[in-house]
């Protein structure tokens, strides 16, 4: 089983639609993690850190549940920029692990 | 500008000649880290250092080495490339490495024939 484990891809949504993607991980011991946006195998940018309090900014959400040891990011109102590839990563100690990446194609 | 620079941003090489991809990062960040991405894979870490001297290895470090001799560079050295090492790497830094938001470098294509 892989330590961090995205839910597969792709998503085609038209635009306005609201998506979710989930991220499983196994390493109860993970201290912090992010969502990152990828495009086109650009360098993968910040998206969101995940709080356990859950957080917000603008049309994303993202939450974290330890009891699950899951995170979610929540997309409202995607937009056609929306599209890429949205990695979770989960941190312990200065090691990263990524999940394989969900690809979004947000259509018109 | 802040940024972390790689280089080369491509490379095609031939089986086991010794190459070096450079990583640089102006914004005095602990920590730093190698990751390679190969097709419908996420990036897998290859090694990570939490400060100056300090190197642990990630998921992937066969085959790879690297240093940190200084704060703003980590180098990744192929001693004998593969083709199996034919990937996307990027190089990456953030401040302490826990908590922190990693930034990434622009990534360098290698192709190992």
């Known amino acids: 089983r892989k330590e961090v484990e995205q839910d597969p891809g792709p998503f085609n949504v038209p635009e306005g639609a609201t998506v979710a993607f989930n991220c499983t991980y196994s390493?109860?011991?993970?201290?912090?993690f992010f969502w990152y946006r990828q495009d086109c195998r650009k360098e993968p940018k910040l998206l969101m850190s995940v709080y356990s309090s859950g957080n917000e900014d603008g049309r994303f959400t993202a939450q974290l549940n330890r009891a699950s040891q899951y995170i979610s990011l929540l997309i409202r109102d995607s937009k056609l920029s929306d599209s890429a590839t949205y990695l979770c990563v989960d941190t312990n100690a200065g090691k990263s692990t990524f999940g394989d990446g969900t690809t979004l194609t947000v259509k018109p | 500008e802040a940024q972390v620079t790689q280089n080369p941003r491509y490379l095609i090489t031939v089986t086991g000649k010794k190459l070096t991809v450079t990583c640089s990062q102006n914004?005095?960040?602990?920590?730093m880290s190698w990751y390679r991405q190969d097709p419908g894979l996420g990036l897998r870490q290859i090694y990570y250092s939490m400060n100056v001297e300090v190197t642990d290895k990630g998921d992937v470090p066969e085959g790879y080495k690297v240093s940190r001799k200084e704060k703003r560079n980590f180098p990744l050295i192929l001693e004998s490339p593969s083709p199996n090492q034919t990937s996307l790497y990027f190089c990456a830094s953030s401040f302490r490495g826990e908590y922190n938001e990693q930034f990434f470098g622009p990534g360098t294509r290698l192709t190992v024939l």
């Open positions: 390493n109860s011991a993970s201290q912090s």
């Open positions: 914004m005095n960040h602990e920590y």
